[in-house]
């Protein structure tokens, strides 16, 4: 079995076949000049894009236009979470609102806030052993995160302080 002929071996014998026998290949088109001018050209195109401005017919509208909002929804809390706003539990009965830009259920009072809480703080479901003082963190207290574990909500406002 013979070996197969390469594919630019095989392009070069029809090129050479071609070529004798005299066929004529199309010639391709000519690349335009090149724009001698870039300036003038630039100008140009400014003012014919200028005029095409100056001619659309739009009204001016007022970019800001003010809006009356109705006011924030209050509701009672249903579940206990916390907000996102002050950080703070989120405790039953608690009068909450959702924030305007960040969506999420926040205490009436940090409706306006434009910053969310840097540390949160919940309310412990289950005991634990506090990381900076080492006292037990009873079911129900405040706690908040600090260096991979829970702390006291007190005991880590000291050492933030």
């Not at 594919?7 to 029809?14: A, G, L, S, Y």
């Not at 200028?50 to 109705?70: H, K, M, N, S, Y």
């Not at 309310?123 to 079911?139: K, T």
Request: charged content about 20%; proline content about 9%; some cysteine.
């Amino acid at each position: 079995m013979a070996k197969p002929i390469p594919v630019n071996r095989r392009w070069q014998e029809n090129q050479r076949a071609a070529a004798q026998n005299g066929a004529n290949h199309a010639t391709t088109a000519p690349a335009p000049p090149p724009v001698s001018n870039y300036q003038e050209t630039l100008h140009e195109t400014i003012d014919a894009l200028a005029l095409w401005l100056f001619l659309q017919d739009e009204p001016e509208v007022e970019l800001i236009t003010p809006v009356q909002q109705p006011p924030p929804r209050v509701i009672q809390a249903r579940y206990p979470q916390t907000c996102t706003g002050c950080g703070m539990p989120i405790r039953l009965g608690d009068s909450i609102t959702r924030h305007p830009r960040w969506g999420e259920w926040v205490h009436v009072g940090c409706h306006e806030r434009a910053q969310r809480a840097a540390h949160r703080t919940i309310v412990a479901r289950f005991g634990g052993v506090c990381r900076l003082c080492n006292r037990p963190i009873q079911q129900g207290e405040l706690i908040t995160r600090f260096n991979r574990g829970w702390a006291h909500h007190e005991c880590a406002q000291r050492e933030r302080q």
